[in-house]
């Protein structure tokens, strides 16, 4: 089944707005990554985050491996972060299943 | 950052034919994968390999797919035959210590 789900599956914000996405999965967890796939199809690793808080400029990741979720804030959100965030699961050791995207378009 | 890089960007075969797909991973990682994600879709995983040998297939991965890496060269996925399904953007990752990394994918078009 769907190891790995993400909401929303698309968002639309008006520019300089916050962003939450989140990432749920059913299994237990080695890592979990989020990658931002641009418009064109590739792909930029944001973040390694198995577990806890860490950021990155604007994008903040927070894992809480108890209740099987990570979330990808996006603060003051701008045009250029339009463009699909997935995230992927590492459920053992070396093989990583992806969600199916939350679909992110920022207008001016 | 590390660079995974795929050649062709962009191959156009007929039905049945075979395709062969080409990834040179990050030189010191040891661990390569292959993914299929379909216009708009999820991207799905086929196949990881590590030290000459296919570690983990999904379903996807059918039988006239194959993946080796002869003595440190490229990291390939063949098709033989192709199907009209087979259409799809195929991603090659390597990793090390849990972190992917990707190619910017090989979009094949099965006419």
């Given at each position: 089944g769907q190891q790995v789900q993400q909401s929303p599956a698309s968002l639309v914000l008006q520019e300089g707005e916050n962003a939450e996405l989140q990432c749920n999965f059913s299994t237990s967890l080695n890592s979990m990554q989020w990658f931002y796939q641009r418009p064109g199809g590739s792909?930029?690793?944001?973040f390694?985050?198995?577990s806890g808080t860490k950021h990155s400029g604007r994008l903040t990741s927070t894992t809480v491996i108890k209740e099987r979720r990570s979330s990808l804030h996006i603060s003051s959100s701008?045009?250029?972060d339009s463009g699909t965030y997935l995230c992927a699961l590492e459920p053992g050791y070396q093989n990583f299943y992806f969600g199916k995207g939350t679909s992110l378009t920022v207008i001016p | 950052g590390p660079k995974v890089l795929q050649i062709?960007?962009?191959?156009?075969i007929d039905m049945g034919q075979m395709v062969t797909l080409n990834c040179d991973p990050v030189s010191n990682h040891l661990y390569f994968y292959w993914?299929?994600?379909?216009?708009g879709q999820q991207m799905e995983f086929l196949v990881n390999f590590y030290n000459?040998?296919?570690m983990e297939k999904s379903k996807l991965f059918k039988d006239q797919f194959?993946?080796?890496r002869p003595d440190g060269?490229?990291?390939t996925l063949k098709i033989q035959p192709t199907a009209l399904e087979d259409s799809a953007v195929y991603f090659c990752a390597s990793s090390t210590q849990n972190t992917l990394y990707f190619g910017a994918g090989t979009r094949l078009s099965v006419l």
């Open positions: 792909l930029v690793s944001l390694y985050n198995p701008q045009t250029t | 062709p960007s962009h191959q156009i993914y299929k994600q379909i216009l000459g040998k296919v194959s993946v080796e060269s490229y990291f």
